[in-house]
C-alpha cells in the first residue's frame, strides 16, 4: 500500500507544478530570470520532474531487464 502511495504521489508532481506556475505571480509576471521570463524557466523545470517522475517509476518497476 505504501508504494502505491509513492507512485501516486510522484505522478501529481508534474500537473501541479504547471498549474501553479500559472497561478503564483512570482512566476507568471514580467520577470526574468538568467535571461528568460520566469514562466518559461518555470515550464522547463515541470518538464525536468516529469523526467524524474518518469526515471523513478522505471526504477521503482524494476529498471532495465532484458
Known amino acids: 500500500m505504501e508504494r502505491r502511495w509513492k ?3 510522484a ?6 507544478l504547471y498549474l ?3 497561478a503564483v505571480p512570482a512566476v ?3 520577470h526574468v530570470w538568467l535571461g528568460l521570463p520566469s514562466l518559461v524557466w518555470w515550464m522547463v523545470l515541470s518538464a ?3 523526467s524524474a517522475v518518469l ?5 521503482a518497476r524494476g529498471g532495465e531487464q532484458e
Open 7 to 9: 507512485l501516486w504521489l
Open 11 to 16: 505522478s501529481v508532481i508534474p500537473p501541479v
Open 20 to 22: 501553479v506556475g500559472i
Open 28 to 30: 507568471d509576471g514580467p
Open 48 to 50: 525536468a520532474s516529469v
Open 55 to 59: 526515471a523513478y517509476f522505471e526504477r
